[in-house]
């Protein structure tokens, strides 16, 4: 009992503390919009600092956590346009995303290995990769055309489809922000073995 | 005598006693307070968490067509799931969400789950209940947008286009982000005179009353030809910088607004009133009325038909040219110049396309003297342009003022010495340090000192605006309208006076940071892409979400 | 060992002698001739004197490791306790600390800085109070890097400017050391040594853009 409190427990602890940082970082990238660039390694030091019980580091593929941040946007009709993607009289064309999901950007911070998204990563090898940039910027015409850079909501819900699956009435260019957070917990075999904390936020 | 036999039988049986007595008085409670109470604190952790990120998200939407009530409650789900797959066997999740609409529109977020408990169950608590609340408010918004339009803008970006080119597609994009048919928006340009391009309606009224006629309005993207969106696409830039005039046609354009929605509101209007500066360089120029009552600046020894009163107003504007006037010199001071507001002839679009300076037609066009008006009679005043008795002050040295004004043309002080808060600042850093001299209003013909001038007639109106000084002329309106300025400063074409920026918009950083005046931002911009994040940054920060 | 008064009739010392000798035989107190001469009764209980401390000291070789492990039980508990609770709390002290307006710190009579910590104390549950805790509670402001610059974020914490809209605002709790529970169990009269279990707590977020800023206050 000792041994399982002290193990729970601790994880407990580590998975309350995934929770506050995937609301910290997420409601930041949100809030902050375009002046805030989280690939600046100002920002990812003090990310780090909220991160840091869970051992999440400012050094790719370094520490014991891993933060990730999207932004997913909705490819309708405007945005096909504003990538000339439509024909003459504003339907889409040669727009492949058409009705998707879309990255419009990606950052990892941290441990990579630890976890890979929830909602799917941009494909960047092979022969058409999603290219991206190093502020985490995805190009208009990737997310337009590249298929690899669709968003899936397999295992989360999306919040902007109603019941019937449709969005509908939102103005062009909704985006999700979503923030993800992972650590490897303490591991005290037999009583708790491997474990993975998970939190995800969507704003 | 032993008497210590009965001792042996009873110690057998006292670990198990005292473990079988501690097991639910002390450590159960204890387990139960680290691990039980741990898992309340992550239930309401993550309750609290899915409650910020729906008023964020569906908060964003107020204000338009989509539904906020169902995408909150669709954020709240898609944050916090429950079931058999949920979050620690959490239960009885219940959000509520419940929006008010208006000019000020609030979705306020209340949600409450039962977390089971484990270890307490031993104790007869089986579980908790743990709520989260969360609100997102959105005032809409009453913009002005002031955008310089000088002859500097024309230059280069570095990227293959023109600064001006680049200012229009980011002014549009701005304009974008509000709501047609909820926020207000308008346009203001300046050269050496500014001029209002939306609304479009001509003449310009420069009256503050609930019946006057323009101020920002809820039709600026609504696809027609004369919107906002097409006026600022129209935008030609050359001539001057007359920041200060920018800066107090846009209050008046607020004004306008405000006591029409007053007057509709039934005396209230609560909508955020900001102006949007845009700048790439120093003031230069300042409008004058030279025959003020109170600051009479025409020599008596004149030929002005006005000189000693004025029941035929002489305003306009005098342009001058040089560096910043953080150095001594100057090279030129334009005579005075007709003031683009008094035009009743041209249209606002054809304004957004010609400033003074493509004009070349005769004694109508705007910004030239128009003979037997106010300006009749008068040597030595005209600007050396189109005909007229040339007055390029300091080459010809002939001159019919007798000082550089104290008062400008609008009221506000040109005084002072404020300019030693200057800070001129290019993409590469600091590039001139604050003149520390006097302003001598008797050196008419000295460019420098009608530039001191024109830094203090910014500064002073910019602090006017912020006061709401004009209050007292709103007839039946007792509130002060709070403008929040914010300026945006691109440096790649010389320089900009970050001091000077950062006090208009009573940036917290400014040198004179009030307090009790709206704090705006100063955003400066070395680049163009820089150029976009800070109309983008502006445009956030208007558009705030409070929780 | 008595024998019986030599005035008694015989009759009488006889029985006497016998109970004595079955008396002492029962507690293991009889000669050892006689110990080895006299059967023992079924009902004696069969507990030799080499064996009776045996329970005192399995008692005291078990109740000191048990009272240990339940210490121990206790401090971790408590340590988790306490690390959840300043976790949550430095987390409220930013979530409502950010949107502070200036009306709201004119009406309080106070400053951003001091209104974050009140939160902050306020939602610890007790582990934060009076002076101490006070001073355990640290809030940080930050300039985020101009766009493009590598450089870290600047501490503006004690700049009259550093709470301006969008820095970012970081709330901690430094230095704060476990009170354990449970006395020492051997050392009764030093002073508990809190120095090494000290726990900390860090949160922060962006704070809300408005054009109604508070006074910072002193920071952190």
């Not at chain 2, 609030?106 to 169950?121: C, D, E, K, Q």
């Not at chain 2, 500097?152 to 974008?176: C, H, K, N, P, R």
């Not at chain 2, 037997?372 to 001159?399: R, V």
């Not at chain 3, 550093?162 to 020492?184: E, K, T």
Request: aromatic share 8%; hydrophobic share 40%; glycine share 10%.
């Amino acid at each position: 009992m000792l041994l399982g409190t002290i193990g729970t427990g601790l994880n407990l602890v580590m998975e309350l503390q995934t929770i506050e940082l995937a609301r910290d970082a997420g409601h930041m990238y949100a809030r902050a919009g375009p002046a805030a660039d989280f690939s600046q390694p100002g920002y990812q030091t003090l990310l780090a600092s909220i991160g840091s019980t869970l051992g999440l580091s400012t050094t790719a593929g370094k520490g014991s956590a891993v933060l990730i941040l999207s932004q997913v946007l909705y490819v309708d009709k405007g945005i096909c346009a504003s990538d000339g993607k439509v024909d003459g009289s504003g339907n889409p064309l040669g727009c492949t995303n058409y009705g998707d999901w879309v990255f419009t950007q990606r950052l990892t911070i941290g441990n990579s290995s630890v976890k890979t998204s929830n909602y799917g990563s941009p494909v960047v090898t092979g022969k058409t990769p999603v290219t991206i940039a190093s502020n985490g910027g995805i190009s208009l015409s990737d997310q337009v055309t590249n298929v690899g850079d669709v968003a899936t909501f397999g295992v989360g819900i999306n919040p902007y489809k109603d019941v019937s699956g449709v969005v509908s009435g939102l103005p062009s260019g909704q985006t999700i922000f979503i923030a993800e957070a992972a650590a490897n917990g303490y591991a005290m075999p037999p009583i708790v073995n491997n474990p993975l904390m998970y939190s995800y936020n969507m704003f | 005598m032993p008497r210590n036999f009965r001792r042996g039988s009873s110690q057998r049986g006292s670990i198990l006693l005292l473990a079988t007595f501690s097991l639910p008085l002390l450590m159960v409670p204890l387990v139960g307070l680290a691990i039980d109470a741990t898992i309340v604190r992550i239930a309401q952790a993550k309750l609290s968490a899915a409650a910020d990120g729906a008023a964020l998200g569906a908060g964003r939407l107020l204000g338009t067509t989509a539904s906020t009530q169902e995408i909150a409650t669709e954020f709240v789900n898609a944050n916090f799931q429950t079931g058999s797959s949920g979050f620690w066997g959490v239960t009885n999740f219940t959000p509520t969400v419940t929006v008010t609409l208006g000019t000020t529109k609030t979705i306020a977020l209340n949600i409450t789950a039962t977390v089971p408990l484990f270890f307490m169950r031993i104790l007869g608590k089986s579980s908790v209940v743990i709520s989260a609340a969360s609100t997102a408010t959105r005032r809409d918004s009453r913009i002005v947008m002031v955008i310089d339009r000088s002859g500097s803008m024309s230059g280069l970006d570095g990227a293959g286009s023109t600064v001006i080119a680049d200012v229009i597609s980011y002014a549009q994009g701005f304009a974008e982000k509000f709501t047609e048919g909820a926020d207000e928006l308008g346009l203001v340009v300046y050269d050496g005179s500014a001029v209002v391009g939306y609304p479009t309606v001509r003449p310009w009224d420069s009256t503050t009353t609930k019946t006057s006629t323009g101020g920002p309005d809820t039709s600026f993207y609504s696809g027609a030809g004369a919107d906002m969106i097409h006026q600022i696409a129209a935008i030609k830039a050359a001539g001057f910088t007359g920041m200060a005039e920018g800066l107090w046609v846009a209050y008046i354009e607020l004004q306008k607004a405000h006591m029409r929605d007053m007057a509709a509101g039934g005396g209230v209007d609560d909508r955020t009133n900001s102006i949007v500066l845009f700048t790439d360089g120093l003031p230069t120029a300042v409008t004058v009325h030279l025959n003020n009552t109170l600051d009479n600046s025409i020599l008596s020894t004149s030929a002005c038909t006005y000189k000693a009163n004025d029941t035929q107003k002489m305003i306009g504007w005098v342009g001058i040219l040089g560096p910043p006037f953080t150095t001594a010199g100057g090279s030129n001071i334009s005579g005075v110049y007709g003031r683009a507001s008094s035009d009743t002839t041209q249209t606002a679009a054809w304004w957004m396309a010609n400033s003074w300076i493509n004009n070349t037609q005769g004694d109508s066009e705007p910004g030239a003297p128009v003979p037997n008006t106010p300006e009749g009679g008068c040597n030595n005043i005209y600007s050396d342009y189109s005909g007229k008795p040339s007055s390029n002050f300091q080459t010809s040295g002939k001159t019919d003022l007798k000082q550089v004004p104290n008062i400008d043309g609008w009221g506000n002080s040109m005084d002072g010495t404020a300019y030693t808060n200057s800070a001129v600042y290019d993409s590469s850093g600091s590039v001139a340090t604050p003149y520390t001299g006097a302003l001598d209003h008797t050196q008419v013909t000295n460019p420098s000192d009608w530039a001191l001038a024109s830094w203090n007639e910014t500064d002073t109106t910019a602090n006017n605006i912020r006061n709401d000084s004009n209050l007292v002329n709103r007839a039946g309106d007792t509130e002060n309208i709070m403008p929040t300025i914010y300026t945006i400063g691109y440096e790649g074409d010389g320089g900009v006076d970050q001091g000077l920026l950062l006090r208009i918009a009573n940036d917290k950083s400014s040198s004179s940071y009030n307090g009790s005046q709206a704090t705006g931002m100063y955003i400066p911009a070395s680049n163009t892409s820089a150029l976009a994040t800070a109309f983008t940054t502006v445009a956030s920060a208007i558009l705030r979400l409070s929780k | 060992m008595d024998s019986a008064p030599h005035w008694y009739p015989v009759e009488r010392k006889l029985p006497m002698n016998l109970s004595l000798t079955t008396a002492t035989n029962e507690r293991g107190l009889e000669t050892k001739h006689l110990h080895d001469s006299i059967p023992r009764a079924s009902y004696a209980p069969r507990r030799s004197r080499r064996r009776k401390g045996a329970e005192t000291i399995e008692f005291a070789l078990t109740f000191l490791p048990f009272v240990a492990m339940l210490f121990l039980l206790v401090d971790s508990a408590w340590a988790i306790f306490a690390k959840s609770t300043l976790e949550y709390a430095v987390r409220a002290g930013v979530r409502q600390g950010i949107t502070i307006t200036g009306t709201q710190a004119t009406a309080a009579g106070s400053n951003q800085t001091a209104m974050v910590k009140a939160i902050v104390q306020s939602n610890a549950l007790g582990l934060l109070s009076g002076a101490t805790g006070l001073s355990e509670i640290k809030v940080n402001y930050f300039l985020p890097p101009a766009p493009g610059s590598n450089g870290a974020m600047t501490d503006v914490s004690t700049q009259t400017n550093g709470n301006a809209p969008l820095n970012v605002m970081q709330v901690s709790v430094q230095g704060y050391s476990i009170a354990s529970p449970v006395p020492r169990m051997f050392s009764w009269k030093t002073k508990g040594d809190g120095s090494a279990m000290a726990i900390g707590a860090v949160a922060a977020d962006l704070i809300e853009p408005g054009s109604d800023s508070p006074p910072i206050g002193t920071a952190p």
